[in-house]
């Protein structure tokens, strides 16, 4: 079966034991839009904040952000088949960079999975997948310490992280802020630290 995303030049390829060829693609919000506009629609992906929108709102949403220089978007593939979808962003222009004290080197993320399929259910599979993206976000980017905002009533992302070694932060009320045909509500979160030597020791 031949690959769709072939063409696309990655910002960080890692072939972890058993995961298969993993790529991180800068997102092409027009060509992504469909793909992620079905995760997003799905009730288990409401803490996204992007249920309800149009394919074509999607698309909008993240060509927003791509003129934005202190936030990116990225497409994960495993062998060709999309399995999440990566966000970074520099917390001192985020809404999180109100609520905890920014250190030089923090950079933020969000991190969708997609719905359970090739690679899905695995034994570690998500645990192997974060420390790819770990690896690029810290090493790739030459990173210090990773931020990540769940909201508090995702248990699940909460326990996700807290297993792959981050360490948690203090509870906190994020403001709202409106963005194009996003608006993302007053968020209580729970924030979680990854120091780069917890997982690439010197």
């Not at 309800?52 to 994960?76: D, N």
């Not at 990566?86 to 969000?110: F, K, M, S, W």
């Not at 976000?137 to 981050?166: I, S």
Request: aromatic share 8%.
């Amino acid at each position: 079966m031949s690959d769709p995303y072939a063409s696309r030049t990655p910002v960080h390829e890692q072939d972890p034991d058993g995961l298969g060829t993993v790529r991180i693609l800068p997102l092409d919000p027009w060509a992504d839009a469909a793909v992620i506009h079905r995760w997003v629609s799905e009730d288990r992906a409401a803490f996204w904040g992007m249920t309800g929108l149009t394919e074509r709102q999607v698309a909008e949403t993240y060509a927003h952000l791509e003129t934005l220089p202190t936030h990116h978007a990225f497409l994960v593939v495993r062998d060709g088949e999309p399995v999440a979808v990566l966000q970074t962003y520099e917390p001192e222009a985020d809404r999180v960079g109100e609520c905890y004290e920014v250190r030089p080197g923090d950079i933020g993320v969000h991190l969708l999975l997609a719905p359970t399929g090739p690679g899905g259910g695995q034994p570690g599979w998500t645990s192997r997948l974060v420390a790819v993206i770990a690896a690029y976000v810290l090493l790739g980017l030459d990173r210090r310490r990773v931020v990540v905002d769940p909201d508090v009533a995702n248990e699940k992302a909460v326990a996700r992280f807290l297993k792959q070694g981050f360490t948690p932060g203090p509870v906190v009320v994020l403001p709202e802020v409106d963005l194009p045909d996003v608006y993302l509500p007053e968020k209580k979160a729970q924030l979680a630290f990854l120091d780069r030597e917890i997982l690439f020791p010197a």
